[in-house]
Structure formats: structure tokens, C-alpha cells
């Protein structure tokens, strides 16, 4: 399988290697309005509908006919090329509370697919502040993810809030522990480190 470009709406998007043939491209919600239908193969849009008609136009635009599948949460027979998210077979390998948002989804459909190299553009980490389980569930996809033979690349990235010199420049320590913490720091990578050990633990018990 080709190695797949996950193209976010973060900063840096732009910069994938968008219309390159020897990568798949998934990306995800209102993007890919933005990006050529040809050169999409994904589209997540793991919403309900119910409560998530942020673009309505959005929604009439999911219904037309494009070349790539878009998975969703359940069946809508609205979408052409709609494909339902194989959530009880990610659950044979992730946990529920791995589950906080998109990205998770994302990474535990690349793992189950057999991708071998997951490349990540945009990622909007500044949500790692606002939502901290959107973060810590990603990580903790990224550890099984990695436990299993997938391996996430975070390629570009927004920045919660610009960086100082470590050192140099007075700064509140509490804040900027608190920003390292919840989207960089020891936090995340040991619930990223601990998922890798809990799926080894599991896949020996089988």
C-alpha cells in the first residue's frame, strides 16, 4: 500500500504533497472542499449530523458525486460513496477512550488498513488546549498505532502560542508547563509509551 498524507486544516496544510500520485491522500470534514476531487482518496467525517450541520452548504456538497469514499460514524445513503467506520473492529485493538476526536479515527483506520507510514499535515494541536482529550486519545492511538506496525508522523502542526527562549525570555513557567504538558510534554507521550505496553500485555494474553 502507498504511504498516506493526512491532510488537517491546521497550519501548514498547504505545504502536503497534495496531488502527488505516489502518496494516498485522506483528509477530513469541511477541507475537502479545498482540495481537488482527483486527488482525495479519504474523506472523514465522523460528526452526527443531528448535531454538527456546521456548513450546511457542506452537507449538500457531501451529497454530490465525488472519486473518493468519505466514512461516517453510520450509513447515509445520501453520500454516494459513503462508508461506515469499522468501529467493532478497531475495538478489537483500541479502547473506547481512545476514541476523542477525528484524528483518532484516522490513525486507528490507517492501523487496521496495514499503512505502514502515516504522514500528517495541519494538525491543529491548539485544540489539544481547549478539548485535552482530543490530545490524549490521539496519542494514545499513535502507541497502539505504532505497537501494531503503523508509524505517525506529525509533519506540521498550529502552535498554541509562540515559543520563547527557554531561558532568555521571562515567561510564566505555569502556563507554558501547562501548554507543554497538554500538547507536547510528558504527558502525552507516556499515554502514547503506556498504549504501546497495554497492547503488547493484550496481544500476548490472546
Known amino acids: 500500500m502507498k504511504p498516506v498524507v493526512f491532510v488537517g486544516a491546521g497550519e501548514g496544510w498547504k505545504n502536503a504533497p497534495i496531488g502527488n500520485k505516489a502518496w494516498e491522500l485522506w483528509t477530513c470534514n469541511g477541507l475537502c472542499r479545498h482540495i481537488d476531487d482527483k486527488d482525495i482518496t479519504i474523506c472523514f467525517d465522523m460528526h452526527d449530523w443531528e448535531i454538527a450541520d456546521y456548513y ?69 494541536t ?49 502556563d507554558s508547563w501547562d501548554d507543554m504538558q497538554t500538547v507536547f510534554g510528558n504527558e502525552n507521550y507516556v499515554i502514547k509509551d503506556s498504549a504501546v505496553k497495554d497492547y503488547k500485555v493484550w496481544k500476548k494474553g490472546k
Open 56 to 124: 450546511p452548504t457542506y452537507y449538500t456538497y457531501l451529497q454530490q458525486k465525488h472519486s473518493y469514499k468519505i466514512i461516517r460514524p453510520r450509513k447515509n445513503d445520501k453520500f454516494p460513496k459513503c462508508e461506515v467506520f469499522p468501529l467493532k473492529e478497531a475495538q478489537s485493538y483500541f479502547p473506547d477512550h481512545a476514541f476523542g476526536s477525528t484524528l483518532s479515527y484516522v490513525v486507528a483506520y490507517a492501523t487496521l488498513k496495514g499503512v505502514k507510514d502515516l504522514y500528517m499535515w495541519g494538525i491543529n
Open 126 to 174: 491548539a485544540e489539544f488546549i481547549q478539548y485535552p482529550h482530543y490530545g490524549n486519545s490521539f496519542y494514545y492511538c499513535m502507541g497502539i498505532a505504532q505497537a501494531m506496525g503503523t508509524k505517525v508522523h506529525i509533519v506540521t502542526y498550529d502552535v498554541p502560542k509562540k515559543a520563547e527562549n527557554y531561558g532568555y525570555v521571562a515567561y510564566s513557567w505555569k
